[in-house]
């Protein structure tokens, strides 16, 4: 039988993604997750949604791109 849902702990180890993200997620609802008591608890198919949207291509204006690749917030020109 396939595990249902994930601990924070659990869920962070299958995704990579640390902790406190992973606790930031469920607390603003980006990722479902039930509160019992003290714990949350993720269903295991969200590592699936997460997944898929993390493959969707964002799409991002150049100046913004040249904006974040720059060191220490300096703007750079795109030529």
Do not use: C
């Amino acid at each position: 039988m396939a595990k249902r849902f994930m601990t924070i702990a659990e869920f962070s180890t299958e995704t990579g993604l640390p902790r406190p993200t992973v606790r930031n997620l469920v607390r603003y609802s980006k990722l479902r997750g039930t509160k019992i008591g003290r714990a949350w608890l993720i269903p295991a198919d969200e590592v699936d949604r997460l997944a898929a949207l993390a493959d969707e291509r964002i799409e991002v204006p150049a100046e913004q791109v040249d904006r974040l690749s720059s060191p220490a917030g300096e703007h750079i020109e795109a030529d």
